[in-house]
């Protein structure tokens, strides 16, 4: 994302060498003792992590006392989580069970492409949450009015119709890219980086658009939601009584841990010059932000939430 270097053109006979129709994931291990150990361990955290969000959206849906904009937003991240986990998981278990293996150019850009949407999609829903909790402890006498049904459905649709637009322009100039070889990815799955590596043409148009929707999506929604903090911050400092500071924070607390672990990793991935190199290091913060934050994400949520887990108690007492 944020490492727009303009490429120098290369001097390479382009006309004379065959595109390349298939790459090659090297996964995250190559070791077939640690990768079996390492294929149960990720096999039962999607199961778990499915689990998991499946609960959330299932209460969020089915408990009246839940239809709020807080769950409503909670709900929304946990179906983006699910979707987010099946594009990248599925070829990291692949990796993990078989080894190295091909992948065709149509199937990677395919994932390149839904991976970009979920994860455009998420850094704007974050934001979103964020501008939730300033309007619930900053302006809480006019909250059913900012944060009505009408707000929330365009805030989350926008979210989505965002990570599609940036996602198709992203995916269309990676996908136009000359790519001659060789055509190993030092990765678990089709991230943008790998393949720009991997391009033998002309980069500048490419790491333009990279740079410029990292700059609208990436680094618009961090700002939004350290503004929102930031101001949420200030009134509860404002606040005369201990215990409403202490209420007030633990509201907003889980979620700041959630920004904060997804905005952590991925900074460290993507707003580095291209010249720098670190895969082995760069697969292990992948595997943080695709795998552990959509795992944790409802036990961060849900762990102090009283509403949630009295849904969960009368949904298990039903049954």
Known sequence: MLRYIPSMPRSLDLGNMTRVQEFILLGLSTSPETREVLFVIFLILYLLTLLENSLIVFLVCSHTELHKPMYFFLGNLSCLEMCYVSVTMPSLLVGLRTGPYHVSFTACMTQLFFFIVLICTECTLLASMACDRYVAICRPLHYLLLMRPQVCLGLAGTSWLGGLLVSVAKTTCIANLSYCGPNALNQFFCDVSPLLNLSCTHLALTELV??????????????????????????????????????????????LVVVGIFYSAALFI??????????????????????????????????????????????LRWT
């Open 210 to 255: 990279d740079f410029l929707s990292a700059i609208v999506i990436f680094c618009g929604t961090l700002l939004v939601a350290l503004a929102s903090y930031s101001a949420i911050g200030a009134t509860v400092l404002r606040m005369p009584s201990a215990a409403a500071r202490r209420k007030a924070f633990s509201t907003c607390a889980s979620h």
């Open 270 to 315: 993507y707003c580095r010059t291209s010249r720098i190199r670190s895969t082995d290091l760069n697969k292990v913060l992948s595997v943080i932000y695709t795998v552990a934050t959509p795992m944790c994400n409802p036990v961060i949520y849900c762990l102090r939430n009283r509403e949630v887990h009295a849904a969960l108690f009368r949904t």
